[in-house]
């Protein structure tokens, strides 16, 4: 089990603090509207954050610091969407309080439940049975087929899936010895991951096809031992990046705004340069809550809220961000090499590489390090699904965190 450390009561208040301080400036900046939403979002957010760090440390002896990071962006985030969109803002406390719920409930489920390691055929199925569904019901959105719309809730199965192909690694290559004794057996996971991310090439989710091969390099990287294997599959994501940017328009698309998104800043880059001009006229300390044009930026709120945030709250807001994923995939990383079962340790391994990855392509979209994909920032963004396949990845990693060895399979 990880040492907590000193207490987490500094970094809560703190948190507070911001909480308060931001809060007010909404207040201030609406007060003209007489807002009264603003005062029960903010009560609501309190009372969330600070609830679900107590009860958490009643309940977990685990790392208790990777809830309160994820509380910390989350609260930054529904801050800045509602100054964006107070609807969305009063949206997303809803989401976020049934991310938190998801959250305790996974914890539990994978903490006391003990054949989660045995499932592996039951993980491939459900994870196609998510993309079948996709193709006959999902709508297309900005593109995109990834989206399936229920008695008018929208729902992404993608990111439930993504949270599958984390089980489905971590079931082989903690019975690796015995998967292995069938001929081809890594060969043959192989093709199932890369059908998951034919199939997302298909759908036209570009960042989610990136977050799954990323997920299984690193994965394979550290546990196949079939090392020749690792230098294939690189090699083919390469020849199919290069067949999709053939074959594929939309690919061409981001690649083209990538290199010089000026040349379309009135058409497909006007995206990406209004963000890079946000940015820019934050400077180091923002232009102040409530003080910039966040709606100059189509779905601030969503893709661009790191834009938006940078443009009010500043630069050092933004490196602020960054920093807390690093320390988010650090801590992940940790529990991960510090685990005793290997399911659980390669669970927690692919948690903090979906949250590193996950994050990393969409702030190197928007800071046009690299091709922009339409992803979401955890924690941070406005979504329903994004939230809640977020709080169940953090669930399995708290559960991960603790000390596992009584239940271990090989003992």
């Given amino acids: 089990m990880l040492s907590r450390g000193i207490s987490g009561r500094t970094p809560r208040r703190l948190l507070f603090l911001y909480e308060i301080l931001a809060l007010s400036l909404l207040f201030v900046y609406q007060i003209d509207k007489l807002d009264k939403y603003i005062l029960a979002t903010g009560m609501g957010l309190i009372l969330l954050v600070y609830i679900s760090n107590y009860l958490l440390l009643k309940i977990s002896k685990g790392d208790n610091y990777i809830f309160l990071i994820a509380t910390m962006l989350m609260s930054v985030g529904i801050i800045m969407i509602y100054r964006i969109s107070p609807v969305a803002g009063i949206r997303q406390l809803m989401w976020l309080s049934l991310g938190i719920f998801l959250f ?11 054949s989660l390691d045995r499932l592996l055929y039951l993980y491939i199925g459900g994870a196609y049975f998510l993309f079948l569904i996709t193709f006959l019901f999902g709508e297309r959105t900005y593109g995109a087929i990834n989206w399936i719309k229920v008695a008018g809730f929208s729902f992404q199965p993608a990111e439930m899936t993504k949270l599958i192909l984390i089980f489905i690694l971590a079931t082989y290559y903690s019975r690796y010895d015995k998967y292995k004794e069938v001929k081809y057996s890594s060969y043959i996971l192989t093709i199932i991951v890369f059908s998951f991310i034919g199939l997302l090439f298909l759908q036209r989710d570009l960042g989610m096809a990136v977050i799954f091969f990323g997920i299984f ?23 199919g990046g290069l067949i999709a940017y053939r074959l594929f328009s939309h690919v061409r698309i981001r690649v083209d705004i990538w290199i010089d998104p000026w040349r379309f800043i ?3 880059g006007y995206q990406i340069t209004q963000s890079l001009f946000a940015i820019a006229e934050g400077g180091f300390f923002g232009k102040g809550l409530g003080l910039g044009h966040p709606q100059f930026i189509p779905l601030a709120y969503n893709d661009f809220i790191f834009a938006a945030i940078c443009e009010e ?20 990383f940790k529990i991960g090499i510090s685990q005793v079962n290997r399911f659980y340790k390669i669970l927690a391994l692919g948690i903090s590489s979906l949250f590193g990855i996950q994050s990393f392509i969409i702030l190197g979209g928007v ?16 979504g329903g699904t994004s939230i809640i396949s977020s709080f169940m990845a953090l669930g399995i990693l708290q559960t991960a965190s603790e000390d596992m060895e009584w239940r271990m399979d090989h003992e």
């Fill in 104 to 114: 305790y409930l996974t914890y539990f489920i994978t903490k006391h439940f003990k």
């Fill in 217 to 239: 390099i690193i994965l394979q990287f550290i546990f196949e031992e079939d090392r020749r294997l690792i230098y294939i599959n690189l090699g083919l994501i390469l020849v």
């Fill in 266 to 268: 009135d058409d497909k």
């Fill in 313 to 332: 709250l500043g630069i050092f807001t933004g490196i602020g961000i960054i920093m807390l994923f690093l320390l988010l995939v650090y801590r992940g």
């Fill in 367 to 382: 800071l046009k390090v690299i091709p922009l994909t339409g992803i979401t920032l955890p924690f941070v963004a406005y």
